[in-house]
């Protein structure tokens, strides 16, 4: 996608550590010059806008069913005005990359900083003071006594130098970008529509070892189910708390997480079906972890299981090695002898253990699963050895599965990376792009939704593969 980019013919020193040398004709001047606070209130007559990380300035349901749940009053009268390009910042995340150029008319919190912008390309502005580089300055104009209460600076933003070049050259970086952006989405979306496929065949493998075994010629019996049908003749049905020691949910509160905390502590995010993402987890002290253990430290093979929230219903085992605690929205079931913790385990991940707690769901926009219910959640049970069998026969069939999922988020990664990285380069002039803009095709498709052929092909090889 660089191929043939170049730097700009002539650099000057921009006379800023973090932008380095800029190109020569660009202009650069600081954000107070273009910049100016507006102060209009009480238009609850416009529509509500809220400001996030992953997208800037948005549209805000007055229900609270969107990308931003923080409380929404009744009382709208103070929240500030904002104009269609004009330039929003939340003040307390603006070192996270929460800012961004207002796509329409609408109103915002009064904790926001609202601006004027003097940028006639609205677009250039969002990409420019969104980059990498920009986020960097706003953090760096940001204060406070830890990173997680910085406040942003009026001062120090307003000495923030902004380059411009010249209008025309605005509008073909816009379109350079906007084209480079169409294309990466592509991949992306092929991509996750790779691991949606590749996570269907999983389940289904999954589905399939868990209510049928591993004999395709057992003899069945009903299983009084309705959401599970037939089982093997041979197994028999029980319930959750008839084959657990403990059934503990979390402390409803919230822990105190600590950046330099010893222990995980796992939330909902945190788990996927049949896995632990340690990575991402955060942490909490000693003291935080003695009192989100203290009716039962999680020990390897105990099932974590998510109960409330979107994530509900996925169920995954304690790795070995690691001292956890539970979070918010968490359970730790503990299996009694002689049942397999990792066969009960995949049990739960499956579709009849899924509608069970799909059919006690309460509420709409935070649904949660009655503890009871989970209680009395209707399993089968092979005899204890059978069980071993299934759970070692699901692991390695679904072993390659596992790492081309694991390859294809990588992948999502590196593109994203290298989105992040472009955007940057052309932004502060490190890339000219004015030739390949003006190269450009008039008109771009609007991307498919449909799954992209080479998405498809490669879940089938890999299938294939699985299946040999």
Same mark, same amino acid.
């Given at each position: 996608?660089?191929? !043939? $980019?170049?730097?700009?013919?002539?650099?000057?020193?921009?006379?800023?550590?973090?932008?380095?040398?800029?190109?020569?004709?660009?202009?650069?001047? +600081? $954000?107070?010059?273009?910049?100016?606070?507006?102060? #209009?209130?009480?238009?609850?007559?416009?529509?509500?806008?809220?400001?996030?990380?992953?997208? !800037?300035?948005?549209?805000?349901?007055?229900?609270?069913?969107?990308?931003?749940?923080? /409380?929404?009053?009744?009382?709208?009268?103070?929240?500030?005005?904002?104009?269609?390009?004009?330039?929003?910042?939340?003040?307390?995340?603006?070192?996270?990359?929460?800012?961004?150029?207002?796509?329409?008319?609408?109103?915002?919190?009064?904790?926001?900083?609202? /601006?004027?912008?003097?940028?006639?390309?609205?677009?250039?502005?969002?990409?420019?003071?969104? &980059?990498?580089?920009?986020? !960097?300055?706003?953090?760096?104009?940001?204060?406070?006594?830890?990173?997680?209460?910085?406040?942003? &600076?009026?001062?120090?933003?307003?000495?923030?130098?902004?380059?411009?070049?010249?209008?025309?050259?605005?509008?073909?970086?816009?379109? /350079?970008?906007?084209?480079?952006?169409?294309?990466?989405?592509?991949?992306?979306?092929?991509?996750?529509?790779?691991?949606?496929?590749?996570?269907?065949?999983? @389940?289904?493998?999954? =589905?399939?070892?868990?209510?049928?075994?591993?004999?395709?010629?057992?003899?069945?019996?009903?299983?009084?189910?309705?959401?599970?049908?037939?089982?093997?003749? =041979?197994?028999?049905?029980?319930?959750?708390? /008839?084959?657990?020691?403990?059934?503990?949910?979390?402390?409803?509160?919230?822990?105190?997480?600590?950046?330099?905390?010893?222990?995980?502590?796992?939330?909902?995010?945190?788990?996927?079906?049949?896995?632990?993402?340690?990575?991402?987890?955060?942490?909490?002290?000693?003291?935080?972890?003695? $009192?989100?253990?203290?009716?039962? %430290?999680?020990?390897?093979?105990?099932?974590?299981?998510?109960?409330?929230?979107?994530?509900?219903?996925?169920?995954?085992?304690?790795?070995?090695?690691?001292?956890?605690?539970?979070?918010?929205?968490?359970?730790?079931?503990?299996?009694?002898?002689?049942?397999? &913790?990792?066969?009960?385990?995949? @049990?739960?991940?499956?579709?009849? %253990?899924?509608? @069970?707690?799909?059919?006690?769901?309460?509420?709409?926009?935070?649904? =949660?699963?009655?503890?009871?219910?989970?209680?009395?959640?209707?399993?089968?049970?092979?005899?204890?050895?059978?069980?071993?069998?299934?759970?070692?026969?699901?692991?390695?069939?679904?072993?390659?599965?596992? &790492?081309?999922?694991?390859?294809?988020?990588?992948?999502?990664?590196?593109?994203?990376?290298?989105?992040?990285? $472009?955007?940057?380069?052309?932004?502060?002039?490190?890339?000219?792009?004015?030739?390949?803009?003006? +190269?450009?095709?008039?008109?771009?498709?609007?991307?498919?939704?449909?799954?992209?052929?080479?998405?498809?092909? #490669?879940?089938?090889?890999?299938?294939?593969?699985?299946? #040999?």
């Amino acid at each position: 996608m660089t191929g !043939g $980019l170049k730097p700009y013919p002539e650099y000057r020193d921009s006379g800023t550590p973090w932008l380095g040398c800029t190109p020569a004709h660009w202009e650069i001047r +600081n $954000l107070r010059t273009l910049v100016k606070p507006r102060r #209009e209130r009480n238009r609850q007559d416009l529509p509500l806008l809220s400001v996030v990380r992953e997208k !800037g300035v948005i549209r805000r349901s007055i229900t609270g069913d969107d990308d931003n749940h923080n /409380f929404i009053p009744d009382d709208l009268s103070n929240y500030k005005v904002c104009k269609t390009g004009d330039l929003v910042i939340n003040k307390m995340k603006a070192w996270q990359g929460s800012l961004g150029i207002a796509p329409c008319d609408g109103i915002v919190s009064p904790a926001y900083f609202v /601006f004027a912008l003097g940028l006639a390309n609205h677009t250039f502005g969002q990409v420019l003071l969104r &980059s990498k580089s920009y986020v !960097g300055a706003f953090a760096r104009a940001s204060d406070g006594v830890r990173v997680g209460q910085w406040d942003l &600076s009026i001062r120090g933003m307003r000495e923030i130098p902004v380059l411009l070049p010249l209008p025309d050259e605005q509008a073909a970086i816009v379109r /350079f970008l906007n084209r480079a952006n169409r294309q990466l989405e592509g991949t992306i979306r092929a991509k996750k529509k790779l691991i949606a496929l590749l996570n269907e065949e999983k @389940q289904s493998i999954i =589905h399939d070892a868990v209510t049928r075994g591993l004999d395709p010629n057992v003899r069945l019996k009903p299983s009084g189910i309705p959401w599970l049908g037939n089982v093997p003749k =041979h197994w028999s049905i029980s319930r959750l708390k /008839f084959e657990t020691s403990h059934i503990v949910d979390c402390l409803h509160a919230t822990p105190k997480y600590a950046a330099d905390g010893q222990y995980p502590a796992i939330r909902t995010a945190d788990i996927e079906p049949g896995k632990v993402r340690l990575k991402g987890a955060r942490r909490v002290s000693g003291k935080q972890y003695a $009192l989100w253990t203290s009716r039962l %430290a999680p020990r390897e093979g105990d099932i974590l299981y998510s109960r409330e929230g979107e994530r509900y219903g996925i169920a995954a085992l304690v790795p070995a090695g690691i001292q956890l605690c539970v979070s918010q929205r968490m359970m730790v079931f503990r299996i009694r002898p002689p049942q397999q &913790s990792p066969f009960m385990m995949w @049990q739960l991940n499956c579709p009849h %253990a899924y509608s @069970q707690a799909s059919a006690d769901t309460i509420g709409a926009t935070s649904p =949660h699963v009655n503890v009871e219910q989970i209680k009395n959640f209707q399993l089968v049970l092979p005899p204890p050895k059978e069980q071993e069998e299934i759970s070692t026969w699901i692991s390695t069939h679904t072993a390659s599965l596992d &790492s081309a999922i694991v390859r294809a988020q990588r992948e999502i990664e590196l593109v994203r990376e290298y989105r992040t990285r $472009l955007t940057a380069d052309v932004v502060t002039g490190q890339l000219d792009v004015r030739e390949a803009a003006c +190269n450009l095709p008039a008109e771009v498709e609007a991307p498919d939704t449909a799954i992209e052929p080479e998405a498809e092909d #490669e879940a089938e090889e890999l299938l294939e593969a699985v299946d #040999e």
